[in-house]
Structure formats: structure tokens, C-alpha cells
Nanobody, 126 residues
Framework: QVQLVESGGGLVQAGGSLRLSCAASGRTFMRASMYWFRQAPGKEREFVAGIGWSGGSTIYADAVKGRFTISRDNAKNTWYLQMNSLKPEDTAVYYC???????????????????WGQGTQVTVSS
């Protein structure tokens, strides 16, 4: 059974940093694209960042470009989201995701992501 488990969320002041981790089990994702999405109260889940299987291709939402960095460690079957210069509007539940297929493109739609974690809360105070 595939499981994705996020960690690293919490409460931070505006301007601070957090690093989220997503540890996968049940299969290897070393050849699959991996993602971070977020969902704020009353809003739909939205794309934050994605990384291709080789790590050489990354995509970011405009709202986080220059502040967030997605990375992966295939040996640990884990990927990360380094979040710097956090703003109150970054407050949300953050979900990691992954694709089932190998060598596929990085997508930005929730409907194209096959596996999801349970989410971790990130709260940024002003």
C-alpha cells in the first residue's frame, strides 16, 4: 500500500522559514514526478511546486517563485519543500503528491496527481 507522509508544518512568523518533507513508502517514486499543493480555508487545493523525475525540471506557482524550493532525495524516497520569506497568505494545509507513471511530465492540476499525503498545517502569523 502506497503511503505519503508529510512532516515539518507548524506556526511561524511572517518572514520566517519552514521545510516540509514527504516520505513515501509502498513503492519507489525515483522515476516519477513529485509535487506540493496547498489548500487554504474556503479555497480549492492549488498547485505550489512540482519536480520531475531527474530533479532537473521544476515548476513553481507565481505566488511562491523565488521563495520556495522543491527538491528530492531518490535514495530516501522523499521530497522536500523549503519555504522562505513566508507570508500570512501562505497559511494553508500543504499536501504532497506524486504520479504513478515513470518519466512523465510535471503537471499542475490536482486531477492529474495519483497519490496524496494527508496534509500538514502551515500557519504564518503577521
Amino acid at each position: 500500500q502506497v503511503q505519503l507522509v508529510e512532516s515539518g508544518g507548524g506556526l511561524v512568523q511572517a518572514g520566517g522559514s519552514l521545510r516540509l518533507s514527504c516520505a513515501a513508502s509502498g513503492r519507489t517514486f525515483m522515476r516519477a514526478s513529485m509535487y506540493w499543493f496547498r489548500q487554504a480555508p474556503g479555497k480549492e487545493r492549488e498547485f505550489v511546486a512540482g519536480i520531475g523525475w531527474s530533479g532537473g525540471s521544476t515548476i513553481y506557482a507565481d505566488a511562491v517563485k523565488g521563495r520556495f524550493t522543491i527538491s528530492r532525495d531518490n535514495a530516501k524516497n522523499t521530497w522536500y519543500l523549503q519555504m522562505n520569506s513566508l507570508k500570512p497568505e501562505d497559511t494553508a494545509v500543504y499536501y504532497c503528491g506524486a504520479n504513478r507513471i515513470s518519466y512523465g511530465p510535471v503537471v499542475t492540476s490536482t486531477s492529474l496527481v495519483d497519490y496524496w499525503g494527508q496534509g500538514t498545517q502551515v500557519t504564518v502569523s503577521s
